[in-house]
T-cell receptor
Framework: DVKVTQSSRYLVKRTGEKVFLECVQDMDHENMFWYRQDPGLGLRLIYFSYDVKMKEKGDIPEGYSVSREKKERFSLILESASTNQTSMYLC????????????FGPGTRLTVT | AQSVSQHNHHVILSEAASLELGCNYSYGGTVNLFWYVQYPGQHLQLLLKYFSGDPLVKGIKGFEAEFIKSKFSFNLRKPSVQWSDTAEYFCAVKEGNTGKLIFGQGTTLQVKP
């Protein structure tokens, strides 16, 4: 079974704090993705990575950065958390050239106060 | 860029009723299409996918979807819903060759026992 794990299920941070969300997959997938999920807006892509040290901006990258130093690990960084970043954050992974099916982690519910 | 539209935002059905959730994508050519489901408190998981071949695709838990190229549609169906089908449903289409998926806004299905 493919496993995508995320470092926390729930997180509460203060405005201005630096926040790290970590994602690990065990299927040797080339692609990894970070989304945020908000009611009525579906899933919006923040960043994705198709290889180690490679990254591309998604639809809503402002206020976020990412890091991919190892193939299995993809981190999302909120440089200075703001209340409008309160959301559910989902990580996913997939093979790059076949299937394209994305496997999702359980999500991190981040609250910024 | 590709986009996906799900017309029904919130659907309420009684058990044993038939279900059809609409999904339209914005432009044609070769498309790879997906339906994902998110049960309450669980991670997103794949229901079914279409890559090529038979336009009627069968997925898990009795769901099916029909790809109609001329209508740019990929509607999800189930002949008889159960209370356990209560969930949020997302349609997605692959964009380009990077493995990115574009998701619709989601449809919340509530099945009354």
């Amino acid at each position: 079974d493919v496993k995508v794990t995320q470092s926390s299920r729930y997180l509460v941070k203060r405005t201005g704090e630096k926040v790290f969300l970590e994602c690990v997959q065990d299927m040797d997938h080339e692609n990894m993705f970070w989304y945020r999920q908000d009611p009525g807006l579906g899933l919006r892509l923040i960043y994705f990575s198709y290889d180690v040290k490679m990254k591309e901006k998604g639809d809503i990258p402002e206020g976020y950065s990412v890091s991919r130093e190892k193939k299995e690990r993809f981190s999302l960084i909120l440089e200075s958390a703001s209340t409008n970043q309160t959301s559910m954050y989902l990580c996913a992974s997939s093979f790059r050239h076949t299937s394209y099916e994305q496997y999702f982690g359980p999500g991190t519910r981040l609250t910024v106060t | 860029a590709q986009s996906v539209s799900q017309h029904n935002h919130h659907v309420i059905l009684s058990e044993a009723a038939s279900l059809e959730l609409g999904c339209n994508y914005s432009y044609g050519g070769t498309v790879n299409l997906f339906w994902y489901v998110q049960y309450p408190g669980q991670h997103l998981q794949l229901l079914l996918k279409y890559f090529s071949g038979d336009p009627l695709v069968k997925g898990i838990k009795g769901f099916e979807a029909e790809f109609i190229k001329s209508k740019f549609s990929f509607n999800l169906r189930k002949p008889s819903v159960q209370w356990s089908d209560t969930a949020e449903y997302f349609c997605a289409v692959k964009e380009g060759n990077t493995g990115k998926l574009i998701f619709g806004q989601g449809t919340t299905l509530q099945v009354k026992p």
